[in-house]
């Protein structure tokens, strides 16, 4: 094995491992990874990174993946297409629904931006 760690600190690490993740590290996935260690940044200058934090965000991240699915599948937005899209033609529900979104993602920008993102995550 190649790499800066003692022989020993290595062995400690592996014991480590397997008495904290019996079953081994779930895997998480690279948007989890990143809602971690964004909601790290918000809360001071160390990193603990939690393993079961990060695989709490993956869970996130498939649900709010599954739920922009399901939207998009019921909304008239995804017959459209980004190049011909006109909010006049959708029907009552799909212009609440644009309508909401807008204003959560509109509100989140104004919160990211003044630097309060410990509010998004907590």
Known sequence: MTGNLDEKEI????????????RGIPQCGADALRFGLLSYTCGGSSVNMDILRIDAYRKFCNKLWNATRFALMKLDIIKMGAENFDQSAFKPASKAMVSLLSETFCSLLKVLSLGYCTRVFS
């Open 11 to 22: 062995s400690k690490a592996k014991a480590g491992q397997k008495a904290n993740f019996p």
